[in-house]
C-alpha cells in the first residue's frame, strides 16, 4: 500500500486520531484532583467520633492520629485511609465515615461508623507428613474466630511421631472474650483412640495398653495489664482432666 493513495491517507488519519485520542484521554483519567475540589474539603473538622465500637481499642498511634485532624480541613482521602486502618485494627467487616453539622459555622463533625465485626476462618495449624515406615501422621485444624469475641477450633488428627503409639482422632475447643478481653474463658475436649505395633501388643499384656483416651481441659486467660499500643500480659490458669481405658473395658 502506497501513501500516497487516498485509502492510505485516511489509514494514517485514523491511526493519528486514535494516537491523539488516546493521549489526551490518558492523562484525562490519570489525573487526581486535589482534595479542594471536593465540596466538603473547606469545612473544618470540629470532633472526631467512632460509634458502633470502642474508641479504647485503638491503638495508642492511632487514637493520637484521630486528634490531629481536629482543627484541620477535611480531607476525603485522608479519612478513607484512616477507616481502612480502623477497620483492620477493629477487624470490622466496614467503616463509613459521615459527615455531621458542627456547632460552628463552616465545621463538621466526622462520625466513623463500624459496622459488624469480621469472621476469620483459617486452617493455620494444620500439618501434614508422611513416613515410608510410620505412614502418614498430622491434623487438620479448622478455626473460626470473630476478632476480640469469641473462637472455635475443630479438628481431626493422627499422630504417629509424639509418642510410641499412634493416636488418631477428634478435637475441638472454644474461649469467648468479656469486659473487653480481660478475662477470656475457655474449654478444650478430645477423644483419641490408641494403635500400638505387632511387637509392643506381644511384650505387653492385654490390660497394661490403653486403647482410648478422652480429655477435657478448662481454661481461664485474665489481662491483668494491657498498655496503651495493644500489648498485655496474659495469666492461664487451667485443669486437664484424662480418662483412659484399655482393651478389656471394651
Known sequence: MRRNTLFGRMVAAVFLAGFLFGLFSARAFSWNPADETNVNSRYTVESVEITGASEARLSRGLREELRRYVGQRFSPEAFAKLSGRIREELKARLVSPKLMKGTAPES???????MGRRVNVSTDNSRLAWHTRQGWTGGLQLTIEERDRQRLNLGVFSDGDTLTERLSGAKAGYSRSLFQGRIRP?????????????????????NELYRNVDSFQPTVTFVPWRGDDREELTVEVGICLLYTSDAADE
Open 108 to 114: 463538621v463533625r466526622v462520625v466513623l461508623d463500624v
Open 186 to 206: 475457655g474449654f478444650s475436649v478430645s477423644t483419641a483412640h490408641a494403635q500400638y505395633d505387632a511387637r509392643t501388643l506381644q511384650a505387653a499384656g492385654m
